[in-house]
């Protein structure tokens, strides 16, 4: 790690009053979930149907089994605990310094962690709900199930409140996470490929001049950055805040 940048990024979070994270797969990895899109990703593995047709609401409708067998499999990481970046922002939101997460994982590790606002952008598979009546049901209600549809007690079909390719994501949460990231003077932006759209789309909403990418690979931003670090996310800001950044 070139400390030389991490010392720039301290400057950074010192001067910065709204500090917005905004994280993709790459944040988690390091909590021992992979990613998606990387060589080694969820999405280069071999299936009969891709992941991303797996995942989608019209697969979910016609094969409600293939899709949950697929789901239990690959997108339970109720065991994962939160990594040095997760506990990083939150000490730095409770010191006032973040004032949001925007995320584009499910795992509720930012929550875990203790981050109050946090907008998940594609959902959580801590919030589950039957979509007959709409009751609320936890994790293990799917995870835990032996049935190979999950039933609530009316009979409905409970289903994770995730958002699937061709399904639109909650206009609330988008609206949150556009505020923030407009209201942000220093934008972190990591593990995050910056090619899942309309995700990535929210950054055109961020009108400061501290852009940080914190990525293995390159992305499309990384022209318009004024700092891009290729270092695990977790390592990057506990680095920073063992320096002190009060």
């Known amino acids: 790690m070139d400390q ?18 905004f994280g993709g797969a790459g944040v ?3 909590s021992g979930i992979p990613d998606f899109r990387s060589a080694d990703g969820l999405y280069q593995q071999k299936y009969d149907v891709p992941p991303e047709g797996i995942l989608s609401h019209s ?4 094969h409600p089994a293939q899709f949950y067998r697929f789901y239990r499999d690959k997108m339970n ?4 605990n939160p990594n040095p970046a997760h506990r990083t922002l939150a000490k730095w939101e409770k010191t006032g310094r973040v004032s949001a997460v925007v ?11 203790g981050s109050r606002t946090v907008w998940e952008l594609h959902g959580s598979i801590y919030r589950n ?5 709409g009751k609320p049901y936890p994790a293990e209600a799917i995870f835990d199930s032996s049935d190979p549809v999950p039933r609530c007690s009316c009979g409905g079909v409970i289903r994770p409140d995730v958002v699937l390719y061709e399904e639109g994501l909650s206009d609330e949460t988008v609206e949150g996470a556009i505020d923030a990231i407009r ?5 972190l932006v990591a593990g995050t490929s910056l090619t899942v759209y309309p995700a990535a789309g929210l950054l055109r909403f961020y009108g400061g001049n501290r852009l940080v990418l914190i990525n293995r690979d390159e992305t499309p931003m990384d022209a318009l950055a004024t700092l ?19």
């Open 103 to 113: 995320t584009q994982n499910i795992d509720g590790l930012h929550t875990k962690a």
């Open 228 to 246: 891009v670090m290729r270092d695990k996310v977790g390592e990057v800001l506990s680095a920073v805040d063992a320096l002190g950044v009060e």
């Open 77 to 80: 990481c109720l065991a994962a």
């Open 28 to 30: 988690s990895t390091e």
């Open 4 to 21: 030389t940048q991490v010392l720039l990024l301290r400057s950074y979070v010192q001067k910065a009053r709204h500090v917005v994270f």
């Open 59 to 62: 697969y979910f409708l016609a």
């Open 129 to 133: 709900y039957c979509m007959d009546c």
């Open 183 to 187: 209201n942000a003077d220093l934008l």
